[in-house]
């Protein structure tokens, strides 16, 4: 499922980085980088659902996304230059991606979707896909799992 104008939200960097001073966060490189050039990287925030600044948006996209009421999380994936991607991956779960700066191209099977703010594309579990910044950009990942981030 692709869709345009999903969510409306205003989250940019100065946002980020207020939001990561002010909260202790699980965050790490979730893409292979080498040497020199660690901002070729994309970064993930794990389990900001328990955050207050995203409790409501980890609400709503309960509500929205969640009909079975399954283990979710929510994840904030953001890089910083033209080119920086994610390694090529499937995930064990269903994954709903939303753009909420700049734009980002994913790779899933045979097709590209470029994502502007407030897109949405689902990833159903077990499909390789491959996320890549069009420019700076930063990405919810809302999770349907089997666990829960604590």
Not at 25 to 42: A, E, P, T
Not at 89 to 113: Q, S, T
Request: with cysteine.
């Amino acid at each position: 499922m692709f869709k345009k104008n999903f969510l409306d939200i205003n989250i940019d960097f100065n946002y980020l980085s207020t939001f990561l001073s002010n909260n202790n966060v699980f965050s790490f490189v979730s893409s292979k980088w080498i040497g020199d050039h660690i901002l070729d990287s994309c970064f993930q925030i794990r389990g900001v659902q328990h955050t207050v600044e995203f409790k409501s948006v980890f609400e709503d996209l309960n509500n929205k996304l969640n009909k079975k009421n399954k283990p979710s999380n929510l994840d904030i994936f953001y890089s910083h230059i033209p080119g920086a991607h994610s390694n090529t991956h499937a995930d064990l779960y269903d994954v709903f991606l939303i753009n909420v700066f700049g734009k980002v191209m994913y790779k899933v099977k045979d097709k590209e979707y470029i994502l502007e703010k407030g897109d949405l594309l689902n990833i159903e579990k077990n499909t390789i896909h491959t996320g890549i910044g069009l420019g700076p950009r930063i990405t919810l990942s809302y999770e349907l799992t089997h666990w829960y981030v604590i």
